[in-house]
């Protein structure tokens, strides 16, 4: 079993910053395969920013050049650092992770929230 916590969210001013946190807990061994999502109200969830599963990383042509995910291994923890915040990302943002037992499950945090304001 694996736990995701995120920590971070809050309400910010659009061009502001805010760094996200998620921490994962259980049967998580790398931060390959761990990333962010989010949904905003009436939308669908979709992909912020990811690693992949050799650790290559992944972003939403959106967040591209705003937002940087890292993570630290030791620590099984992975972050979201997001710049020049726009009132579009305001949204519910989501940690996942994908791991391959039988057949690859995911995972998710309970989401953290985040609003930027105009």
């Known amino acids: 079993q694996v736990q995701l916590v995120e920590s971070g969210g809050g309400l910010v001013q659009a061009g502001g910053s805010l760094r996200l946190s998620c921490a994962a807990s259980?049967?998580?061994?790398?931060?390959?395969?761990m990333g962010w999502y989010r949904q905003a109200p009436g939308r669908q969830r979709e992909l912020v920013a990811r690693?992949?599963?050799?650790?290559?990383?992944i972003y939403a042509d959106s967040v591209k050049g705003r937002f940087t995910i890292s993570g630290d291994n030791a620590k099984k923890t992975v972050y979201l650092q997001m710049n020049s915040l726009k009132p579009e990302d305001t949204a519910v943002y989501y940690c996942?992770?994908?791991?391959?037992?039988?057949?690859?499950?995911?995972?998710w945090g309970q989401g953290t929230q985040v609003t930027v304001s105009p």
């Open positions: 996942n992770t994908k791991i391959l037992g039988l057949r690859w499950t995911d995972y």
């Open positions: 259980g049967s998580i061994f790398s931060i390959n395969n």
């Open positions: 690693f992949t599963s050799v650790g290559n990383t």
